[in-house]
């Protein structure tokens, strides 16, 4: 794959927004991605291949540890921090 140019102040601003509107339908339609679609569709075409393969890395990863802080689940080495 050719390697994309770094993105502009202005594309990754359009990548971001579109992100933060998709993210944005998903928690309010409990993660239903077909009720999001078209946000989504404009979530890939605004960002870099790359950057949307890592928001829905990250994506997952602040959901699951979401589930960890509503469910209370702590790791030990974490308990003596707070």
Request: hydrophobic letters at 30%; charged letters at 40%.
């Amino acid at each position: 794959a050719a390697r994309m140019a770094a993105p502009t102040m202005e594309e990754r601003k359009a990548c971001w927004g579109a992100r933060d509107e998709f993210w944005q339908c998903l928690d309010s339609h409990g993660d239903d991605a077909a009720k999001c679609e078209k946000l989504r569709r404009a979530f890939e075409s605004r960002c870099p291949q790359q950057w949307v393969k890592h928001f829905d890395k990250r994506r997952d990863f602040l959901k699951y540890k979401k589930k960890l802080e509503t469910e209370g689940y702590r790791p030990a080495e974490a308990a003596g921090k707070s």
